[in-house]
């Protein structure tokens, strides 16, 4: 039997919330192992051609990617979208509409966190952002981290930055139909990220995942950063009751923050159907198989 490959398919760069650049993330991922990659910056896709040069000219395949942000029965789900044509007009657009609030956002998160005594956050979350369109709650943590109100982004998140408290602003993103549409007529799959991150009741969760099915979405993240190992378990269940291919991805964001690297997760149960199975035409191939094979060609 082939053993399974190393494949990350959701990852973050300065084009979102990440610190690393898409080609410092390349060599990350390479250096870890991966064989196919996917950068999945939040609700922006400027970055998947500098990833896709950068991945194949050190021998790693690579899948277009993103995480687009929903608003779903008043909580914030995100969808992944790999494998779609990176120059489609509609995605492009609705990647765009869905940025569209964060500033305004970002004012009102600051103007909550002033109400605590926590001053000029804006600009000072601002100053982390690599991209200003794309101004979220991560830059606002490293912000409270830097000037000392927190020791560690988590712990902001937890105090400030989550419902109920000072610094949360509840935000209207994408539809679910849309997003999946999006990324579907782009000619790529959506995969619903994270499930156990969600705090949906059994049957508001049953309400995702089926309406994610009729509009077409595909996917389901098992093997995530973001959950157990008994997750990896009940999602597995879900993939295969809903009838879902299976994703595997770090979403590594940077490596003083992260506490899962990238290209290191467990592999997938073997009874799952990968995505990257269904997406093979959709692979963009390594230049060559490996940076060591050019190397001794070279002798
Ligand atoms: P935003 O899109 O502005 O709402 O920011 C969401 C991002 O914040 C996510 O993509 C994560 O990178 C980060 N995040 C959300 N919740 C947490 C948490 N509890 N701890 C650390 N980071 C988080
Ligand atoms: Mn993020
Ligand atoms: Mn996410
Ligand atoms: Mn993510």
């Given at each position: ?59 790693m395949d690579y899948l277009t990617g ?234």
């Open positions: 039997m082939t053993p399974p490959i190393n494949a990350d398919l959701h990852s973050h760069s300065t084009v979102s919330d990440g610190t690393l650049t898409p080609e410092e993330l390349a060599g990350r991922a390479k250096a870890n192992g991966v064989a196919l990659w996917a950068l999945t910056d939040h609700d922006e896709i400027g970055g998947q051609v500098r990833a896709a040069a950068a991945a194949r000219a050190l021998g993103v995480e687009i942000s929903v608003s779903f029965l008043h909580q914030t789900v995100h969808i992944v979208g790999l494998g779609f044509d990176a120059d489609n007009a509609a995605l492009i657009n609705g990647l765009r509409q869905t940025r569209g609030g964060r500033e305004q956002r970002a004012r009102e998160m600051a103007e909550g966190l002033a109400k605590v005594g926590i001053h000029g956050a804006f600009e000072g979350a601002l100053k982390f952002a690599g991209n200003r369109d794309l101004i979220s709650r991560t830059h606002f943590a490293r912000f409270l981290v830097e000037s000392g109100v927190c020791r560690e982004t988590y712990e902001v998140f937890r105090k400030y930055l989550t419902e109920g408290k000072p610094g949360f602003v509840e935000h209207r993103w994408a539809s679910l139909r849309d997003a999946v549409t999006w990324i579907t007529q782009a000619g790529g799959m959506a995969v619903i990220a994270h499930p156990a991150r969600y705090k949906f009741s059994a049957n508001e969760e049953f309400a995702l995942f089926t309406e994610f099915k009729g509009h077409g979405g595909r996917g389901v993240e098992v093997v995530t950063g973001s959950h157990t190992p008994a997750e990896y378990i009940s999602y597995a269940d879900t993939a295969r009751e809903f009838g879902l291919a299976a994703s595997r991805g770090s979403d590594f964001h940077s490596p003083n923050e992260s506490h899962t690297e990238i290209g290191t997760l467990p592999s997938l149960a073997a009874a799952l159907t990968p995505v990257w199975e269904l997406l093979a035409q959709r692979i963009q191939v390594a230049s060559s198989p490996s940076l060591e094979v050019d190397a001794s060609a070279a002798h």
